[in-house]
């Protein structure tokens, strides 16, 4: 399934006043057409329905998770994955707290024991669901850390890394290091503009800090998976994409620290025209690039 620029435009004017409703209601009316698991190399694969990505590794009778989406398509993934005679889930990573990366975990949790996660993941899922009342509607992560989590499977070896604040302030990399896959969450939104999320403790300087240590980090080899693109083919991708996210951050913080320098408000700032060297991407939802601009100069 490809979501093109019309047809991904069309989406985002279904969503209106998104910026209102919040987050998981926006990615949940994006990609939200059903489709089967992807293979990537090897023994890693990706599942797009909605929301965030999911990766998968399946591999000598272990099963191994990477992100949730929303209860009704996690289930449709966990058909796919019965297909292939698979029951158990041994390991659920979240890469980051936001509701599309994570409410699948009340349907997962009936699958594994595992939850892995970023110390702060489990604070800022509370704290969000806290304030839409819906608590009883979460499962956080059970298996928690700081810096690094190491994992050793017969065959493969995972590490889970946290870079610093960047998207939230919870964000992991989950890397396959055998099959030289890394699952980046929401650090890349490829030929999209990002969502940036003050209330999740985003840093747009410390987003730009931590894709430069990713860069730094892995090869030209590593193939990637992100959590959101401007379609279906454009999730995974290599250390190109990386750059190019990398860039525009930088352009954006450099560009809205310019203007407030200039004493140009808030609003005067937010009806600014596209920064050159990035017409390309485009809005996955109405209001992303006025959004971009308000919330990097709230930071500021």
């Not at 998104?18 to 990706?46: E, Q």
């Not at 985003?202 to 990713?214: A, M, T």
Request: hydrophobic share 35%; glycine share 6%.
């Amino acid at each position: 399934m490809k979501l093109g620029r019309r047809s991904f435009l069309k989406s985002s004017s279904l969503i209106m006043g998104s910026m209102a409703i919040g987050h998981d209601d926006v990615f949940s009316k994006i990609l939200n057409t059903p489709v089967d698991l992807k293979k990537l190399r090897d023994t890693v694969g990706i599942y797009n329905e909605k929301g965030g990505t999911i990766g998968y590794y399946i591999n000598d009778g272990m099963v191994v998770v990477i992100d949730s989406q929303f209860p009704e398509s996690v289930k449709n993934f966990i058909k796919e994955l019965d297909i292939q005679e698979h029951k158990n889930i041994d390991y659920l990573f979240n890469t980051h707290h936001h509701g599309d990366h994570t409410s699948g975990n009340t349907v997962l949790a009936n699958y594994t024991s595992s939850i892995i996660a970023h110390v702060n993941c489990p604070r800022l899922q509370i704290k969000r669901n806290n304030a839409r009342g819906e608590n009883e509607k979460i499962v956080t992560a059970n298996l928690t850390f700081d810096n690094k989590f190491e994992l050793k499977l017969p065959n493969e070896k995972i590490s889970a890394i946290h870079f610093g604040q960047a998207h939230t302030g919870g964000d992991i990399v989950i890397h396959f290091e055998n099959t030289n896959i890394a699952h980046l969450g929401d650090l890349v939104f490829n030929n999209v503009f990002p969502y940036i999320d003050n209330t999740a403790e985003c840093s747009v300087s410390g987003w730009i800090k931590s894709l430069d240590n990713i860069i730094k980090h892995f090869d030209k080899d590593t193939s990637f998976i992100f959590g959101h693109a401007n379609n279906t083919e454009n999730v995974s991708g290599d250390i190109n994409d990386i750059i190019k996210q990398r860039n525009y951050l930088e352009a954006l913080y450099n560009y809205v620290l310019k203007q407030s320098k200039e004493n140009k408000s808030k609003e005067e700032i937010a009806a600014s025209t596209k920064i050159p060297g990035f017409e390309n991407i485009i809005e996955s939802w109405e209001g992303a690039w006025k959004m971009n601009l308000e919330a990097t100069f709230e930071q500021l």
